[in-house]
């Protein structure tokens, strides 16, 4: 089987910095992504990660390290529109994304 | 917006009754997805189309069924519904059938059953 586990809640103010951990167990592993989505909305893709290492987009960084089976994804310069569900996810072959089952980040001014 | 559009928004059943859910893929993608997402929790892997093939399957029941038509659109479908398939169902799309790690997901379907 495969499981992953995030933080349920972050919380932070506009500006700050923010780390999203994620650990994983699956097999078959291809890769690690990340969505954000905001209530009631569907979810949006942010970043993927397949090998070992930072990926940069903007304010968002995601890392992944395959031998430690560990992810993060990293928010910079928080903004309230940011406030919204941050999920993980493992690709596996021959299937589709597994979610981990998300953590709801809270930015206040 | 993602060019993934699901009908209908919203659906209210009561328990025994059966459902169909549909989802227009974004242009040039030959994937779906079908996810499950209760309130709070992450969204659950129901099953893949791939080419009108499934293409992978989760933890759900056989009366969660599928089909996906030679234009890429896909429907799900769940009979004897029961009081725990209250939730948003996902459709996202992708493009290849193996690896998908961008999916596109549709507004979702909020269904609740009574």
């Known amino acids: 089987g495969q499981s992953l586990e995030q933080p349920s809640e972050v919380t932070a103010v506009e500006g700050a910095i923010v780390q999203i951990n994620c650990t994983y167990q699956t097999s078959g592993f291809y890769g690690l992504s990340w969505y954000q989505q905001h209530d009631g909305g569907a979810p949006t893709f942010l970043s993927y990660n397949a090998l070992d290492g930072l990926e940069e987009t903007g304010r968002f960084s995601s890392f992944l390290s395959r031998s430690d089976s560990y992810g993060y994804l990293l928010l910079q310069e928080l903004q309230m529109k940011d406030s919204a569900s941050y999920f993980c996810?493992?690709?596996?072959?021959?299937?589709?994304?597994?979610f981990g089952k998300g953590t709801t980040l809270s930015v206040s001014s | 917006e993602t060019g993934v559009t699901q009908s209908p928004t919203h659906l209210i059943k009561t328990r025994g009754q059966q459902v169909t859910l549909r989802c227009s893929s974004q242009s040039g993608h030959n994937t779906v997805s079908w996810y499950q997402q209760a309130l709070g929790q992450g969204p659950q892997f129901i099953f893949q189309y791939y080419r009108e093939e499934e293409n992978g399957r989760g933890n759900f029941p056989p009366r969660f069924s599928g089909l996906q038509f030679p234009n890429y659109s896909s429907e799900l479908n769940v009979n004897a519904l029961e009081l725990d398939d209250s939730a948003l169902y996902l459709c996202?799309?992708?493009?290849?059938?193996?690896?998908?790690?961008?999916?596109?997901f549709g507004s979702g379907t909020q269904l609740s059953v009574l």
């Open positions: 996202a799309s992708s493009l290849g059938g193996g690896q998908n790690e961008k999916l596109f």
């Open positions: 996810a493992v690709g596996q072959a021959g299937t589709a994304l597994i």
